[in-house]
């Protein structure tokens, strides 16, 4: 007798640090979605949806040539014609781009958009940093004032309250500006020039390349020579010091908790003056659930006018992983209806009533399978429905289809020919 072995075969997974997020948790995903627009809304945000791939050059101009980001976390690849494109790693240089691209300046310099979306960055996966990952964005271009730097935190602080968030933190600091920079990058490269033996090699390239971003270093050794670097806070120039007084004042007047943190220098290149993080302590090693800050020379930097810019993302995944820390999923949405109909002539009916129900808003669903009321209940049950609606033979010749409580287990009787408003009538009520 020959045996013949079925090879059973491999399935399929999603690729390292790339994720499902599945129907059983989708609801808080939602939740935030609802609130971050609603708030977006009244704070006069108006949506924008920018592609997922863009030139290559895009990212290394505005994020910065000397950044992690750029020098190894992006996806890039050869298209077929042999442009390089990448896979966005955040969503403010496709925004810029925009905003020069369409003119807006021209119409109106002063935008503000939102956008929520995947980015992607080829990091080590761990708890809350995965390799495409959401984030939930918010831009505002031609505002030069100090009060829309306190506005976006207070966007930001505002949105987690109502979001039932605690434990977290606002960083704030000032970068600076190109007038303050190069007394403050002096001092920085003064106080490495005696330490350079005990910095990593990447920190010594990064040394004329661009040595704000040692700053920015994970290296434990480095991170212990920086503790007692320069900051730029101590070297503002008069400009930077007012705006970043303003900024203070006003979070202070609207009653932000917030802490000034002068190591705070973020990982991309393109911020000026004030820079800021929501930081948690419930996710380990990823503490930021939002970063942001101004960027008033990016979009000269990209070919348009001399604009202000400025904005912060939201990292959806991590905020999502606090909130269910937290305990603030909501519950998921049960079943209004679900229809049991025994036998061809009442499935046809069913069929048609069912399609009904669901054009009116109802949650309704049937089984198609022909099984018996028994297995019927029991599907009820798993999908939680609140009501079911028994329709065999009898029911039909009687003209009374039974419509049952699942919760109180009462039960009416209603005819066939008023059956669909009658049922509206009482879910709508
Ligand atoms: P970012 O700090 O690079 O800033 O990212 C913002 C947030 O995205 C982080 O605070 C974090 O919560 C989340 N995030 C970043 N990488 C990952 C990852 N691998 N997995 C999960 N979450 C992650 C920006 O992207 C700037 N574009 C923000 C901005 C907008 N600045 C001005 N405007």
């Given at each position: 007798m020959i045996l013949i072995l079925a090879k059973k075969k491999k399935t399929m997974q999603t690729i390292r640090g790339f994720r499902d997020i599945l129907p059983e948790n989708i609801a808080l995903w939602q939740k935030v979605e609802k609130e971050a627009t609603r708030l977006f809304d009244a704070f006069g945000f108006k949506e924008i949806r920018i592609p997922v791939l863009e030139k290559t050059q895009l990212f290394s101009r505005s994020i910065g040539e000397a950044t992690d980001i750029v020098e190894k976390e992006m996806y890039t690849f050869a298209d077929r014609k042999g442009d390089k494109l990448t896979l966005r790693p955040e969503a403010t240089a496709s925004i810029v781009r925009s905003y020069i691209q369409h003119k807006m300046y021209a119409t109106d310099p002063i935008r503000k958009f939102f956008m929520m979306g995947p980015m992607f960055r080829r990091e080590r996966p761990q708890k809350g940093r995965y390799r495409q990952f959401y984030q939930i964005d918010?831009?505002?271009?031609?505002?030069?004032?100090?009060?829309?730097?306190?506005?976006?935190?207070?966007?930001?602080?505002?949105?987690?309250?109502?979001?039932?968030?605690?434990?977290?933190?606002?960083?704030?600091?000032?970068?600076?500006?190109?007038?303050?920079?190069?007394?403050?990058?002096?001092?920085?490269?003064?106080?490495?020039?005696?330490?350079?033996?005990?910095l990593c090699d990447n920190c010594l390239r990064r040394i004329d390349k661009n040595p704000l971003r040692i700053l920015d270093c994970k290296v434990t050794s480095c991170k212990d020579v920086l503790q007692d670097a320069p900051a730029t806070l101590d070297h503002l120039c008069n400009h930077c010091e007012d705006h970043f007084a303003t900024v203070k004042t006003t979070l202070e007047t609207q009653g932000v908790d917030f802490i000034v943190d002068k190591s705070l220098v973020r990982g991309l290149d393109y911020y000026t003056r004030t820079a800021w993080e929501i930081q948690t302590t419930t996710l380990g090693a990823q503490s930021a659930v939002a970063g942001g800050g101004r960027y008033d020379g990016l979009v000269k930097e990209l070919g348009g006018p001399q604009t202000p810019g400025i904005g912060f993302a939201i990292g959806f995944d991590r905020l999502v992983e606090v909130m269910e820390q937290l305990d603030k999923a909501p519950q998921a949405t049960a079943l209004d209806l679900f229809l049991i109909c025994l036998g061809d002539m009442a499935t046809e009916k069913g069929y048609h009533w069912s399609c009904a129900l669901n054009q009116n808003g109802i949650r309704t669903e049937m089984d198609f399978r022909g099984k018996s009321m028994k297995a019927l209940m029991k599907r009820a049950n798993k999908l939680n429905a609140h009501y079911v609606l028994i329709a065999g033979e009898d029911e039909l010749i009687q003209n009374a289809i039974i419509l049952r409580d699942m919760n109180t287990k009462e039960q009416v009787s209603l005819p066939v020919e008023t059956l669909v408003p009658e049922l509206i009538k009482i879910f709508k009520k």
């Open positions: 918010a831009e505002v271009f031609g505002v030069e004032s100090a009060y829309i730097d306190s506005q976006l935190i207070f966007i930001l602080t505002e949105l987690f309250k109502r979001l039932g968030l605690t434990g977290l933190s606002a960083h704030v600091n000032s970068l600076g500006c190109p007038d303050c920079r190069p007394s403050f990058q002096r001092a920085l490269l003064d106080f490495i020039a005696s330490k350079k033996d005990r």
